[in-house]
Nanobody
Framework: EVQLVESGGGSVQAGGSLTLSCTVS????????MAWYRQAPGKQCELFSY???????HYADSVKGRFTISQDNAKNTLYLQMDNLKPWDTANYYC??????????????????RGQGTQVTVSS
């Protein structure tokens, strides 16, 4: 069974940083497309960063220049370095694995497996 477990969320002030981790079990991270998405209360989820099997990374404009996605294949762990956090970054953050075409995060077909989420709260 493939499992994704996020950690590293918390509360920070605007301008601060956090690093999220997503530990993968049951699947080799090296050959898996992985993504981070987030969902704030009452809002639609946002797929804001993903990494392809060729290690190419992609970012939404909302996080470009502030967030960095990376992975450690030896640890089978996906990371998200978040710098210069803004109050509107407040959301529950999820990692997910995909073996199909990238699509919207609300579509069930986009991801094979999703983590349980970790909360990030940014105060002004």
């Amino acid at each position: 069974e493939v499992q994704l477990v996020e950690s590293g969320g918390g509360s920070v002030q605007a301008g601060g940083s956090l690093t999220l981790s997503c530990t993968v079990s049951g699947r080799t991270l090296e050959h898996t497309k992985m993504a981070w998405y987030r969902q704030a209360p009452g809002k639609q989820c946002e797929l804001f960063s993903y990494i392809d099997v060729d290690s190419r990374t992609h970012y939404a404009d909302s996080v470009k220049g502030r967030f960095t996605i990376s992975q450690d294949n030896a640890k089978n762990t996906l990371y998200l370095q978040m710098d210069n956090l803004k109050p509107w970054d407040t959301a529950n953050y999820y990692c997910a694995a995909s073996s199909s075409r990238w699509g919207p995060c609300y579509a069930e077909a986009t991801f094979d497996v999703r983590g349980q989420g970790t909360q990030v709260t940014v105060s002004s």
